[in-house]
C-alpha cells in the first residue's frame, strides 16, 4: 500500500479530476458539508499545487455523502458504501459521474439485517452492525455538532 499515491488524477467529457481520501494535507482530514470555505479552499490549493489544475475532487473519509462548489471546483464527497449516513436510514449512498460529468448520489438498499447478521456472527458488535438497521452511527464524536441527531432534530 505505501507504493500507491495519495492522490490520482483522471479526466471524463472534459473535466479534470482529483482522487484522494480525505485530503491533501491530512489523508485522514474531515471535511463536512459544513466545513467552512477556507478549509476546502487549503485543500484545493494544496491539490492544484501537485497535479496542477481541477474542475472537481473527488474525496471521502467523512463519510458522509455531498457535494460543494468553491473556488470553481466540485468537492464530492462520495459517502461510504458500506455504512449509512448518520440519517436514520439504512441504505448506504455512493457518488457517481453522471453523463454531463457532475456527481449523482445513488441509494444503495441492500439486506442490511442479514448483513448485520453476517456480522454479528463473526464477533463483528462494537456498534457498526446495529447502524446498518438504524442508519445511525454508533458514536457521533467525531462529527461536527450541528450534524449530530440532536442538532439535525433541533432542525
Known amino acids: 500500500m505505501t507504493s500507491l499515491p495519495d492522490i490520482a488524477v483522471f479526466s471524463q467529457r472534459g473535466r479534470r479530476f482529483a482522487v484522494l481520501h ?66 436514520g436510514q439504512p441504505a448506504t449512498r455512493c457518488a457517481a459521474l453522471h453523463a454531463d460529468g457532475h456527481a449523482v448520489f445513488r441509494e444503495l438498499c441492500y439486506d442490511h439485517a442479514s448483513a448485520r447478521a453476517g456480522m454479528e456472527r463473526v464477533g463483528l458488535t462494537q456498534g457498526y452492525h446495529t447502524a446498518l438497521e438504524t442508519g445511525y452511527w454508533p458514536s457521533e464524536d467525531v462529527l461536527p455538532p450541528e450534524l449530530r441527531r440532536a442538532a439535525v432534530a433541533r432542525g
Open 22 to 87: 480525505g485530503g491533501m494535507s491530512d489523508v485522514s482530514r474531515f471535511l463536512w458539508p459544513c466545513s467552512s470555505e477556507a478549509a476546502f479552499a487549503e485543500e484545493i490549493e494544496l491539490i492544484q499545487r501537485e497535479v496542477g489544475p481541477v474542475d472537481a475532487v473527488v474525496a471521502g473519509h467523512c463519510g458522509l455523502p455531498f457535494s460543494r462548489t468553491l473556488m470553481g471546483v466540485e468537492w464530492i464527497n462520495a459517502g461510504v458504501i458500506g455504512m449509512p449516513a448518520n440519517d
